[in-house]
């Protein structure tokens, strides 16, 4: 059974950093891709970050892109969002995910999902 534990969530100030971390255990991930997305209340969740986990192919959301960086770290199985200049857009429940397809942004194509990481930019 494959199991995703997100940590590093909290409360920055605009323009602050914060490094997410996904712990992922259960199999092997040669061939899967893990993806970050997020949900504000009220709001669906939406994509923000991708990685195939075998080649490192990375795609990331338009609002990201130039301040997060998705990564992965074979040797401890798992995967990082590192987001820099933060926005009080960026306020969220994170959530780490994966799929055995190719690096996709839609969230049902992921089939595993962590419990979410909370992360709050006050202006």
């Known amino acids: 059974q494959v199991q995703l534990v997100e940590s590093g969530g909290g409360l920055v100030q605009a323009g602050g950093s914060l490094r997410l971390s996904c712990a992922a255990s259960?199999?092997?991930?040669?061939?899967?891709?893990m993806g970050w997305f997020r949900q504000a209340p009220g709001k669906e969740r939406e994509f923000v970050a991708a990685?195939?986990?075998?080649?490192?192919?990375?795609t990331y959301a338009d609002s990201v892109k130039g301040r997060f960086t998705i990564s992965r770290d074979k040797t401890k199985n798992t995967v990082y969002l590192q987001m820099n200049s933060l926005k009080p857009e960026d306020t969220a429940l994170y959530y780490c995910?994966?799929?055995?397809?190719?690096?996709?942004?839609?969230?049902?194509?992921?089939?595993?999902w962590g419990q979410g990481t909370q992360v709050t930019v006050s202006s």
């Open positions: 990685i195939n986990w075998s080649f490192g192919s990375t």
């Open positions: 259960g199999r092997t991930f040669s061939g899967y891709t």
């Open positions: 995910g994966s799929t055995t397809g190719g690096v996709t942004t839609y969230p049902g194509a992921y089939r595993y």
